[in-house]
């Protein structure tokens, strides 16, 4: 009874494991994205408080237009 037992606990380790692998990875992968996001955002926050026509001249200078 003893050996079922630990057999099905390192079963159950074993998958935990590996699915705390797979969201741990998911959440790394989603901060990536949500510091991308964050980026855009600051630059919209910018556009937006110093008008169009300054963020419309800064997007010439950057793309060398």
Request: charged share 30%.
């Amino acid at each position: 009874m003893d050996a079922d037992l630990d057999k099905r606990l390192s079963v159950h380790e074993a998958i935990c494991a590996e699915r705390y692998g797979r969201i741990d990875n998911k959440l790394e992968e989603g901060d990536k994205r949500m510091t991308k996001i964050e980026y855009l955002l600051y630059g919209l926050i910018i556009a937006v408080l110093f008008g169009p026509g300054v963020a419309a001249e800064f997007a010439k200078k950057l793309l060398g237009l």
